[in-house]
């Protein structure tokens, strides 16, 4: 099955700097990879995904590149603001016309976003 | 329109016995899929259920099923309850199993003792 390994544990970034977390994954028929944000106590919610197809995608201050080769993918998050402190997630599967199988994640990322 | 609603919010069980918790999916939603959460392993995936059949399971023991009503409400059971279930079950929902946003709720956070 499919294996999501995810670095750093715990990344402290000073206000105003990027932060940047790496997911890999094992299985090269994976083709779709959310990213998830959840905060102390709350619900897991999407903020970014990318299919296989696409190399890059970007929404405001947030970006997620695609490796497929290396079968590598990572989260950037610039400009960091004291509300994106939270545990992220990173996931793989496959999302085909044939049907989908359930996420596989990372560990999670703790950003720690220091004033 | 209402988000994902788990009950309850927590529970706490001795070993041994068994649990039943319940999802509701946002309206319109008839795919849901279970996670477990845990400091140690993270998340999970448990099983996913559309039109009332399960779809995909991951690999749990099989203490632990679901089942998914015609209204696209969710029940998962864990029977025989161990220490180490202790977790936080979260619960999503989608369109269909192909569609690529999940939608989680707040989870049941179940200790054992």
């Known amino acids: 099955g499919e294996n999501v390994e995810q670095h750093p544990s715990t990344l402290s970034v000073q206000e105003g700097d990027s932060a940047v977390i790496k997911c890999t994954y094992s299985?090269?028929?994976?083709?779709?990879f959310p990213w998830y944000k959840q905060e102390l106590g709350k619900r897991p919610q999407l903020i970014i995904d990318i299919r296989s197809n696409v190399g890059e995608k970007k929404d405001q201050r947030i970006a997620v590149t695609l490796n497929k080769t290396a079968k590598h993918f990572s989260l950037h998050i610039t400009e960091t603001q004291p509300e994106d402190s939270a545990v992220y997630f990173c996931a793989a599967s496959i999302r085909s016309g044939g049907g989908a199988d359930g996420l596989t994640f990372g560990k999670g990322t703790h950003l720690i976003i220091q004033p | 329109k209402a988000g994902v609603t788990q009950t309850p919010r927590y529970l706490i069980k001795t070993r041994g016995q068994q649990v039943t918790l319940s999802c509701s999916p946002i309206?319109?939603?008839?795919?849901v899929s279970w996670y477990q959460q845990t400091p140690g392993q993270g998340l999970q995936f448990l099983f996913e259920?559309?039109?009332?059949?399960?779809?995909n399971k991951g690999n749990f023991p099989g203490r632990f099923s679901g089942r998914q009503f015609s209204n696209s409400r969710s029940e998962m059971n864990v029977s025989t309850l161990e220490l180490g279930d202790s977790a936080l079950y979260l619960c999503?929902?989608?369109?269909?199993?192909?569609?690529?946003?999940?939608?989680f709720g707040s989870g049941t956070q179940l200790s054992v003792l």
């Open positions: 299985d090269s028929a994976s083709n779709y």
């Open positions: 259920y559309f039109s009332e059949t399960q779809r």
């Open positions: 999503a929902s989608s369109l269909s199993p192909r569609a690529e946003q999940l939608f």
């Open positions: 309206s319109g939603h008839r795919s």
